[in-house]
């Protein structure tokens, strides 16, 4: 898809903007969402998978350690801070969560992208 062009459905290019807007909030849901797109939580799942492949869950949780990734590369932010600006409610969770998709937990990784940039390897 070119410039201007949805990949997806009006709903599930709805639902994917209005949660990229929401990220920071713990409330975000499928249910949250659904209402705000003016469908039942069922459909949207079924949409999102059909179109994208994964579940709503699962593309939150892939956008919100984006934004986590981005924010722990400032350390004037605690790794606190970033689970709360990214929406996870328990920072313990946000460590959980962030460990098991990148391998390390997130003090870890900044401190590995921190050598990664001192070393000229760029983000």
């Given amino acids: ?13 709805a639902a994917r903007a209005v949660a990229r807007s929401h990220l920071g909030d713990a409330r975000l849901s499928v249910d ?14 079924r949409c999102f998978r059909a179109e994208t492949g994964g579940t709503v869950v699962g593309w939150l949780t892939t956008e919100r ?17 970033v689970a709360w600006a990214c929406g996870f409610a328990q920072p313990s969770y ?4 962030f460990r098991a998709r990148e391998g390390v937990t997130p003090l870890a990784w900044r401190r590995a992208e921190a050598r990664r940039a001192e070393s000229g390897g760029g983000g």
């Fill in 94 to 97: 946000f460590i959980r969560v």
């Fill in 32 to 45: 949250w969402l659904a209402r705000a797109a003016g469908c039942s939580p069922d459909h949207l799942a």
């Fill in 65 to 81: 350690l984006a934004m986590a990734r981005r924010l722990l590369r400032d350390e004037r932010y605690q790794v606190a801070e």
């Fill in 1 to 13: 898809a070119g410039p201007g062009v949805a990949r997806y459905s009006p709903l599930v290019e």
